[in-house]
């Protein structure tokens, strides 16, 4: 639906984006600020030109055949692009002409795009009245008016009141099924929220397409636990590293916590539950570590290499 | 062309629900208003001194019209950069441009509608401002084809006026910037003219031929002379392309 061939786009001496390679029938674009989240979009959409590489949308090129992608493409900046001396009503009609729906049909499609995306009920007060939360659920109406086949969203909940967010998170479910959604967020929770796939940028180039749980599960070397005891001090360390699998015990960010980080695929749990109880230290807690996609994230961006490391092993 | 209707639509919409179009009108009239009465009160004073029978050449058309056209067109100078500079301005500041350059909708068509719709208001600008030879035909007789000439004169001045005001538009994002450099540009175009005594005849010749005040002073007294006629239309065509390139070549930044 979406395909992207080796994006490169400069500004001046800087590259905003080198190399960026995709295919996408949905996803997620993640990424810090400045990462190149936008100018990937920008170009996808036509409103920037390559400096080098190719884009289609739907099957057409975006810099060859602009018109044919354009009209198959819906797309919300992070700015909601509204004038505020129109009613909703008014406006969503002026992009519907824009994008060349039919004549007659223009009515019922402003008619849907309202209902959807629930604002039905400020369709005539002025733009520049509404509340931010209606502006930006005005905005992803505009985008979906014309119902293209490819809808490219631009930070869409950035921003907003979490009430806000939920809703518009809401909204963009109920359009997956029926369109291709790509949409961008430095949100971390919002990837796994949304989508299902993830395209993790930085500085400006892809460091990782996948799953969010594959993501996770490449990235881990070892399997971690947290323990946590009324009373630490003493051998509890040198017990727990004599369980058999375990690799190494670290103290852990709170007092009374340690880690414990046994080899992969090895569940210790229970061993280490009895190692605690039967030194006599009071067991509070005992939990796995999972990685948050956080961490995912941190892990990614801050250590290329280590995604390195953790896709050989994860292939080993 | 679909395409150049629904932005020229939109601007209107957008002209005449904003202020500014009112206002500049306003502006407009005011001055040619007090222009209009204080030539006829020209023309009075000469009527009044007339000795014998008026000679051929005395007519109000020539006496109150041909003037009054010649300042308008510099109070156009002033106008036209304050209708024109919100035209692209305000869609960069508002990011709307987003939503236009993403459309399938061309450059060349987002330029010629915001185009369109500065002809639109300007002709409504014309059709307002023919209360005054109206006002005059009721108790006198007036030559409707000079009236006719520069009429066409005027609004091939204001076409293209409109064309070098919305290319400033597309430069900036700041509507004071635009105007300002919309209102530098046309009087440029106008003062070249009166490089005569500067420079050297070869220079002198080429500097007036791209001058307004040269040309319009012809189109003004009513004289449509193909060749000041070419020159305003290469004008604004001219600048509308320039536009065209400033929204097109955005991409390319």
């Given amino acids: 639906m979406i395909q992207a061939d080796s994006l490169s786009r400069n500004y001046g001496e800087r590259w905003a984006i080198r190399d960026v390679s995709f295919q996408a029938r949905e996803g997620e674009f993640l990424g810090p600020n400045g990462a190149g989240k936008t100018t990937t979009m920008r170009i996808l959409t036509?409103?920037?030109?390559?400096?080098?590489?190719?884009?289609?949308?739907?099957?057409?090129?975006?810099?060859?055949k602009p018109m044919e992608?354009?009209?198959r493409l819906g797309y919300l900046p992070e700015t909601a692009p509204l004038y505020d001396d129109f009613t909703t009503r008014e406006y969503l009609t002026f992009v519907a002409r824009l994008k060349r729906v039919e004549r007659r049909k223009i009515v019922d499609a402003v008619d849907r795009a309202m209902t959807l995306c629930g604002v039905d009920?400020?369709?005539d007060r002025l733009i520049r009245n509404l509340s931010r939360g209606y502006r930006q659920r005005v905005g992803l109406a505009h985008a979906i008016v014309h119902d293209p086949q490819v809808l490219i969203l631009d930070e869409p909940t950035s921003a907003m009141d979490p009430r806000q967010i939920v809703e518009i998170r809401k909204v963009i479910k109920a359009l997956r099924g029926s369109h291709t959604i790509i949409l961008s967020t430095h949100i971390l929770p919002e990837a796994t929220a949304v989508c299902d796939r993830v395209i993790i940028i930085n500085e400006g180039a892809i460091i990782a397409v996948d799953t969010y749980e594959q993501l996770a599960a490449r990235l881990r070397s070892s399997e971690k636990t947290l323990v946590r005891a009324a009373r630490t001090a003493g051998d509890l360390p040198a017990r727990l590293g004599r369980i058999p699998g375990v690799l190494h015990v670290a103290p852990g960010a709170d007092r009374g916590e340690l880690i414990v980080e046994a080899e992969l695929g090895r569940d210790v749990r229970?061993?280490?539950a009895r190692a605690v109880v039967e030194g006599g230290a009071g067991l509070l807690e005992l939990r796995p570590l999972a990685m948050s996609l956080e961490d995912v994230f941190l892990k990614l961006v801050t250590h290329e290499d280590a995604a390195a490391t953790g896709g050989e092993e994860a292939q080993a | 062309m679909s395409g150049v209707l629904v932005i020229a639509r939109k601007e209107l919409r957008q002209l005449f629900t904003s202020p500014i179009a009112y206002v500049a009108l306003a502006m407009?009239?005011?001055?040619?208003?007090?222009?209009?009465?204080?030539?006829?009160?020209?023309?009075?004073?000469?009527?009044?001194q007339l000795q014998g029978p008026p000679p051929p050449d005395f007519d109000p058309t020539r006496i109150i019209f041909s003037p009054l056209f010649q300042d308008a067109s510099?109070?156009?100078i002033l106008l036209i950069p304050i209708l024109t500079m919100r035209l692209v301005s305000e869609e960069d500041r508002a990011h709307t441009m987003e939503l236009l350059a993403t459309s399938p909708v061309s450059s060349t068509a987002i330029v010629l509608g915001k185009y369109l719709a500065g002809v639109v208001l300007f002709l409504v600008l014309l059709a307002i401002s023919a209360y005054m030879p109206l006002s005059l035909a009721l108790i006198g007789r007036l030559d409707w084809g000079l009236l006719a000439a520069?009429?066409?004169g005027l609004l091939l001045l204001g076409g293209a006026f409109l064309a070098i005001g919305l290319f400033a538009s597309t430069l900036n994002e700041n509507q004071i910037v635009s105007a300002a450099i919309g209102f530098a540009l046309l009087l440029l175009f106008w003062v070249l003219g009166f490089a005569q005594q500067a420079s050297g005849s070869a220079v002198q010749q080429v500097l007036s031929s791209l001058s307004f005040s040269t040309h319009f002073t012809n189109l003004a007294s009513g004289v449509v002379d193909t060749q000041d006629v070419v020159f305003v239309l290469s004008l604004a065509g001219f600048f509308v392309f320039l536009g065209v390139l400033a929204l097109e070549s955005r991409k390319w930044r």
Avoid at chain 2, 28 to 47: K, N, P, W
């Fill in chain 1, 46 to 64: 036509g409103f920037l030109a390559p400096t080098s590489g190719r884009a289609s949308v739907a099957g057409f090129d975006i810099v060859e």
């Fill in chain 1, 69 to 71: 992608a354009k009209r």
């Fill in chain 1, 121 to 123: 009920d400020v369709s």
């Fill in chain 1, 270 to 272: 229970e061993q280490v």
């Fill in chain 2, 28 to 48: 407009f009239f005011l001055i040619i208003g007090f222009l209009f009465f204080s030539l006829i009160g020209v023309y009075t004073v000469q009527v009044l």
């Fill in chain 2, 74 to 76: 510099f109070v156009l």
């Fill in chain 2, 150 to 152: 520069s009429y066409i």
